[in-house]
């Protein structure tokens, strides 16, 4: 088939995502897959066994559009009880088919042609695609290794009449970075009496590790009058492909959410939801994933320690990025091909994350798995 050349492409610049590249280049030479990020471990019993409750039940057919009201109501709960938040159920929470589709509704629902969007590179691959298909522009803050700390002061020159947007992520991805209450009360300056939305990714919320709080918007009214915040139940119940998360936003950006997303989705999986409503109730499973995560990060970076690769902070997520200047001079991109194939082991390399051309030399590990897998990963790793 000829795609036809009055029609040009609204995304040229765009091809498969990495994820599904390096996942398949893992699969054709069969390497260990710690590139795309997801558990190689199922979810709690009990959260399968929930699901097959709902089912067998009388919950097969369309959920409401905002999605099933008992979860709203738990969701609520949630977030009060973690964020001191007070969030309507009724009019400001809407489930999702997972946290991508979220922040792609989310984007699409308030931006326009011309409108520009800051976004922080090295930047989750789906934001920019979101903001040029929606008409805007990507405007890109590059934050550096090893510490990809932000500048305020330097965010702000990049701030002007046509600012819409601003979209955040913590626990960050790929960077495995948190912002802390100081960031977020320079965001709260940047934004204030402007005209600025933010969309806030923080569907790693559970994964922070060393104590460390994780600084939800919805923690600071101020920024919270103003965000889309968006969750995953995928990254906390090792469930990535059930794809349900949830989106927290005021009534008044909430409703235009919810115009461009009952189109698009309509509603979510409603066995799903009906399983997480129950699931919601069980406090231990998202309170003990720190310390599930913390031990698994401690056990790759001690496994691969003795390595040539140089490993850099990890304060959350479950991913690690190392440094491969002591290998390598070759392109990230070059570099896990070649790991993938000859040392059987798929990462992520960072550059694709950024839109200028970056000499990262630094990939990503993804931790989420047996210690069977990370053991036998690392095998490969300090063989290198
Ligand atoms: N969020 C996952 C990661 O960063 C990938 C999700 C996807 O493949 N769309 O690895």
């Known amino acids: 088939m000829h795609f036809p050349s009055s029609i040009n492409s609204k995304l040229p610049n765009t091809s498969t995502t990495i994820f599904t590249v390096m996942s398949a280049l893992a699969r054709e ?6 590139s795309q990020g997801f558990p190689d471990y199922n979810p709690h019993p009990l959260v399968i066994e929930e699901l097959t409750k709902a089912a067998k039940g009388n919950s097969n057919q369309y959920a409401l559009m905002a999605g099933f009201m008992p979860l709203r109501e738990q969701i609520a709960e949630k977030i009060s009880l973690l964020y001191s938040a007070e969030v309507n159920p009724e009019t400001e929470i809407t489930v999702t088919a997972g946290g991508t589709q979220a922040i792609f509704t989310a984007i699409l629902s308030v931006i326009r042609e011309d409108d520009e969007v800051i976004l922080f590179a090295p930047a989750y691959d789906s934001y920019a695609p979101a903001v ?27 701030v002007n009449q046509r600012t819409r947007m601003i979209v955040i992520n913590t626990p960050h991805n790929p960077t495995g970075t948190v912002m802390n209450a ?9 934004t204030k009496d402007r005209d600025i939305v933010i969309v806030s990714d923080e569907v790693y919320e559970h994964i ?9 918007i919805l923690r600071y009214p101020k920024l919270a009058e103003r965000a ?16 349900v998360g949830y989106c927290i936003a005021p009534q008044n950006l909430m409703s235009e959410f919810r115009k461009v997303h009952q189109f698009n989705v309509f509603s979510v999986n409603s066995v799903a939801q009906v399983a997480f409503a ?10 003990e994933l720190n310390t599930f ?8 970076r001690s496994a691969i320690q003795s390595s040539r690769f140089k490993l850099l902070k990890c304060e959350g997520t479950y991913f690690q990025l190392a440094a491969y200047s002591r290998i390598s001079e070759e392109r990230d991109i070059e570099f896990v091909k070649r790991l993938t194939r000859d040392f059987k082991v798929a990462a992520i390399p960072i550059s694709v994350f950024y839109r200028h051309q970056v000499d990262s030399s630094i ?17 490969m790793l300090v063989k290198i």
């Open 29 to 34: 030479h069969n390497a260990i897959n710690l």
């Open 363 to 379: 990939i990503r590990f993804c931790f989420a798995k047996e210690e069977e897998t990370l053991k036998r990963a690392a095998e």
């Open 293 to 300: 995560y913390q031990k698994k990060r401690d056990f790759f």
């Open 278 to 287: 129950e699931v919601l109730k069980r406090k231990d499973l998202y309170e």
């Open 182 to 190: 100081f960031d977020m009360q320079q965001l709260e300056k940047l």
């Open 208 to 216: 922070v590790y060393d104590g460390v709080q994780h600084q939800s």
């Open 132 to 158: 040029e298909l929606a008409g805007g522009k990507a405007i890109f803050y590059d934050r550096e290794a090893p510490d990809y700390k932000i500048d305020w002061q330097h965010v702000k020159r990049l």
């Open 228 to 243: 889309f915040v968006v969750f995953s139940f995928g990254k906390t119940y090792h469930c990535t492909g059930w794809k």
